[in-house]
Nanobody
Framework: QVQLAESGGGLVQAGGSLRLSCAAS????????MGWFRQAPGKEREFVAA????????NYADSVKGRFTISRDNAKNTVFLQMNSLKPEDTAVYFC????????????????WGQGTQVTVAS
């Protein structure tokens, strides 16, 4: 079991950048594939990016590929999402969560979604 806390969101202009952080509790953080997911107003939560437990593989939604980079520092129990060239359609609440083996969905037993961090991109 890992508890997660997202931070780093804010208000930026289109074309700007943000780096989100997800701090995890527990000593077993490195056992988990991790992902970022987002939910825009009135929309379903969607996959953004994920990274294998050891950082050896990543996966991205087509909508963010080439603009976002997921990374992790297991020694600091933290996963990051570097977001560049932000677009208004990136506006959403961003959440982190353990990811499945295909790096495409939240881990199937995960139900502890937190408050996330708000990203607002103005045009």
């Amino acid at each position: 079991q890992v508890q997660l806390a997202e931070s780093g969101g804010g208000l930026v202009q289109a074309g700007g950048s943000l780096r989100l952080s997800c701090a995890a509790s527990g000593r077993a953080f490195s056992n988990y594939n991790m992902g970022w997911f987002r939910q825009a107003p009135g929309k379903e939560r969607e996959f953004v990016a994920a990274i294998r437990w050891n950082g050896s593989r990543t996966n991205y939604a087509d909508s963010v590929k080439g603009r976002f980079t997921i990374s992790r520092d297991n020694a600091k129990n933290t996963v990051f999402l570097q977001m560049n060239s932000l677009k208004p359609e990136d506006t959403a609440v961003y959440f982190c969560a353990p990811a499945n083996s295909l790096l495409s969905l939240p881990e199937s037993t995960f139900n502890s979604w937190g408050q996330g961090t708000q990203v607002t991109v103005a045009s």
